[in-house]
Each structure stands twice: as C-alpha cells, then as structure tokens.
C-alpha cells in the first residue's frame, strides 16, 4: 500500500487505487482526537477517521468497499508516498 502524491490516492499493491484522499478541512483548523488504537474522531464533521497503518491492506481496502466515504488518516512515516 501507498499514497501516489499526484493522484492524491491511496493504493494497493497491485497499483489500483484503494480510495482518493481529499478533506475540505485545512490542516490547521482539523480538530481531531484519539478514540480508539485504530480510529480518530473528526471534531470538524464529527466523522470517524481510521488510522490507515493500523489495518492491513485488505481489511482496509474491504473497509473502504463497504463504506467509500470513510476518512483516513495516512503517516509517511508508516506508509509510502510516491511522487
């Protein structure tokens, strides 16, 4: 799994994108706290945020399949970025 810069997309090993990354909400002003290992809580729009290290990529691309609206959070330091 990585992140492909250009795309702003979240992809599987297999190249194909897993889901587009994009949160109307500006860095600085995102309220989000810690709920569980796995989650964060947004206390902008009150949405759950799953920490996408924190899943394999299967049980994160079934995630998403299931629910496409479900927000991430992505860390370079865990996941690979690609320009």
Request: glycine share 2%; hydrophobic share 30%.
């Amino acid at each position: 799994m990585y992140y492909h810069i250009p795309t702003q997309e979240l992809r599987n090993h297999r190249h194909e994108p897993i889901k587009k990354l994009h949160c109307p909400i500006p860095p600085s002003a995102r309220q989000v706290s810690s709920q569980t290992e796995r989650t964060l809580h947004c206390g902008n729009c009150q949405h759950q945020v799953l920490i996408a290290h924190q899943y394999n990529e299967d049980e994160l691309e079934g995630l998403i399949v299931k629910h496409p609206k479900t927000c991430l959070m992505i860390s370079p330091r865990h996941i690979p970025m690609l320009k």
